[in-house]
């Protein structure tokens, strides 16, 4: 080989690396259309998951600027903002400043259930509410944003009921949760941690469900593979990341934010999702 060649050589390998592990924010934008929203009536959502304590500027400023820059009229937080094994300084600096921009809805992922000194002493979710986050506990309620009527459902992550009760069915608690949920007039959205369970989506009232936890199958290969491993879905999973349209229900699944020199993200950057709603 040439000394010309083994230059572009590396230099081909050196762009190939830089772009697989581009790891600044990106914005991606997904169209949803319901017929539950007149054609004049539109709703954007920006959906926030798997931050993991994970650190974007001086109080999380990057993060907050390019939210606040969609204009949103709902964040989403699907869990999975805290990790286990990080300080939840972050995901508090993130949730303060996000304040003022738009109604927060947040449910817990597995990260979020932990027993841990840390967490015991802070008291997550009153920390959460302090800034104006509205926590739903398998829970629903209804909401007006610009002045379409929506009902906004949260289940709280599977981890909680096998660790209050080994013999509980998470599947059942969802089920009973929202049973009263009307869904013939009303656009209603779940927000759900957990990418995998659409089986148990599918038998709920909620026209978009929101999740994170597969971050992406952490290896993408474009237009390829969607991702290469997540949790609980393991190798080669089928909800890793983006938008699937089910017969009853729109799933958008967020790629996350989590990065970790131990585990890196291929061509799989931390990603804020927006949604735009619109009636047809």
Do not use: C
Request: glycine share 8%; aromatic share 10%.
């Amino acid at each position: 080989m040439t000394k010309r060649k083994s230059t572009l050589l590396f230099v081909v390998l050196g762009i190939l690396l830089f772009t697989a592990t581009y790891n600044a924010l990106t914005v991606r934008t997904y169209n949803v259309t319901s017929e539950k929203l007149s054609v004049d009536e539109s709703l954007r959502i920006v959906l926030l998951s798997d931050l993991h304590s994970a650190s974007y500027g001086h109080k999380q400023s990057i993060l907050i600027d390019q939210v606040r820059a969609q204009e949103p009229d709902l964040i989403a937080l699907p869990g999975d903002l805290l990790d286990r094994y990080r300080s939840p300084e972050p995901a508090f600096e993130l949730i303060e400043g996000l304040a003022g921009i738009a109604p927060m809805y947040f449910v817990t992922g597995n990260h979020e259930i932990d027993d841990s000194e840390d967490y015991v002493r802070h008291n997550v979710k009153n920390v959460f509410r302090s800034h104006g986050v509205t926590v739903l506990e398998n829970e629903w309620e209804p909401i007006t944003i610009n002045e379409i009527e929506l009902v906004i459902g949260g289940l709280e992550d599977p981890l909680r009921t096998y660790t209050e009760n080994i013999y509980g069915s998470w599947e059942t608690d969802a089920a009973s949760s929202m049973q009263n949920v009307e869904s013939n007039d009303t656009f209603n959205v779940l927000l759900s941690h957990r990418a995998e369970e659409v089986d148990t989506y599918a038998d709920l009232p909620f026209d978009l469900v929101l999740s994170g936890h597969a971050h992406g199958g952490q290896v993408r290969i474009p237009y390829l593979l969607n991702g290469l491993f997540a949790p609980d879905q393991g190798f080669f999973p089928k909800y890793a990341g983006g938008l699937y349209e089910h017969e009853t229900f729109t799933h958008v699944i967020g790629r996350g934010f989590n990065y970790s020199f131990n585990v890196p993200r291929i061509y799989n950057p931390p990603e804020i999702v927006v949604i735009d709603v619109h009636g047809k």
